[in-house]
C-alpha cells in the first residue's frame, strides 16, 4: 500500500523560509513522477512544481526563483524549499506521485497518489 506523508508547514512571516518533505512508504520514488499542489481554501488545487524520474524539474510560474524542488531517491523522500515566502503562498501543501512519466506535470489529475496535507500560513 502506497503512502505519502508531509511534514514541515508552520506559520512564518514573510520574507522567511520552510522546507516541507514527503516522505514515501510502499513505494520506490525512483521511477516516478513526484510533485507538490497547493489548495487554498476555496481555491483549486494548484501545481507548484515537479520533478521527474530523471530529476527534470517544472515550477509553476508564481513559485520560480522562489522554491525548489528535489529529492532523495535513497530516503524515498521529497522536498519543497521555500524560500522568501508571501502571504499568497498561505495554503495547505500536498505531495503527489504517479509510477512513470505523465504528460503535463503540473496538472493534479495525472497523480494518484496524495498525501494528506501540511499547512503553511504566511503573514504579513
Known amino acids: 500500500q502506497v503512502q505519502l506523508a508531509e511534514s514541515g508547514g508552520d506559520s512564518v512571516q514573510a520574507g522567511g523560509s520552510l522546507r516541507l518533505s514527503c516522505a514515501a512508504s510502499?513505494?520506490?520514488?525512483?521511477?516516478?513522477?513526484l510533485a507538490w499542489f497547493r489548495q487554498a481554501p476555496g481555491a483549486l488545487r494548484e501545481g507548484v512544481a515537479a520533478i521527474d524520474s530523471d530529476g527534470s524539474t517544472n515550477y509553476a510560474d508564481s513559485v520560480k526563483g522562489r522554491f525548489t524542488i528535489s529529492k532523495d531517491n535513497a530516503k524515498d523522500t521529497l522536498y519543497l524549499q521555500m524560500n522568501s515566502l508571501k502571504p499568497t503562498d498561505t495554503a495547505m501543501y500536498y505531495c503527489a506521485a504517479y509510477p512513470g512519466p505523465v504528460a503535463s506535470d503540473l496538472a493534479a489529475y495525472e497523480y494518484n497518489y496524495w498525501g494528506q496535507g501540511t499547512q503553511v500560513t504566511v503573514s504579513s
Open positions: 510502499g513505494v520506490t520514488y525512483t521511477s516516478f513522477c
